[in-house]
């Protein structure tokens, strides 16, 4: 498990503005209240959580009855298709409006989540980089490498969600309080289209790693 990936992973995801903190320093705004923005940024969080911690789930499931390679192989593939089609098809899910709840905005932070590739990027950080060697065939003992690695990717994932949420609130305050959305029209970098490379460029390097 490489920890300082999955920080740094949660950091850019946290400053990314199409990551979340954009729509609640907009919703913010809209009410003219702070409030506006913190009660947003909880279930833009749990939502980017859950769709992390589902794939990281479906992989931790599919390496049990798919070899090793064969995994790699498709998390890879998998990679590298979304980083072409966001470079080739550069879009957002778009929510119904600004009058949304905490189910509401959780949902549209998974959607975005999903859409960007987030859970998929983490994956080469959190699979075994061997396959189970014969001395774990022992049906006890595979059970208590598999309750391991579970603890390992929840812990990943809860880390990889608290550097998300404490990059993300200290974007939204520092643009919300100090610096205001006009920035974003002066300082502009697409962020998305670097995701996107790194996205093809992780997927090469599970390839031949």
Do not use: E
């Not at 992390?52 to 590298?80: D, E, H, Y």
């Not at 009058?99 to 987030?118: C, E, I, K, P, Y």
């Not at 029209?185 to 093809?200: C, E, I, Q, S, T």
């Amino acid at each position: 498990m490489n920890w300082h990936a999955m920080v740094f992973l949660g950091a850019y995801h946290g400053i990314n503005p199409g990551m979340g903190w954009l729509f609640a320093v907009a919703l913010g705004m809209q009410q003219r209240s702070a409030r506006g923005v913190w009660r947003a940024l909880p279930p833009i969080a749990l939502g980017h959580a859950a769709a992390v911690g589902l794939v990281v789930a479906a992989v931790a499931v599919a390496q049990i009855v798919v070899p090793l390679p064969a995994l790699k192989g498709l998390v890879a593939s998998t990679l590298m298709t979304l980083g072409l089609y966001r470079l080739w098809r550069h879009r957002h899910p778009r929510s119904g409006g600004m009058q949304v709840n905490f189910r509401d905005l959780t949902l549209w932070s998974f959607l975005m989540a999903s859409a960007h590739g987030a859970g998929f990027m983490v994956l080469p950080f959190v699979m075994p980089t061997t396959a189970p060697t014969a001395a774990a065939a022992n049906h006890n003992h595979a059970h208590h490498l598999g309750a391991a690695a579970a603890n390992v990717a929840v812990a990943a994932v809860a880390l990889h969600t608290a550097a998300y949420l404490t990059v993300m609130v200290l974007a939204a305050w520092i643009v919300y309080r100090k610096l205001g959305l006009s920035i974003l029209r002066k300082a502009w970098f697409n962020m998305d289209w670097l995701w996107a490379g790194a996205l093809v460029l992780t997927g090469m390097a599970v390839l031949v790693k």
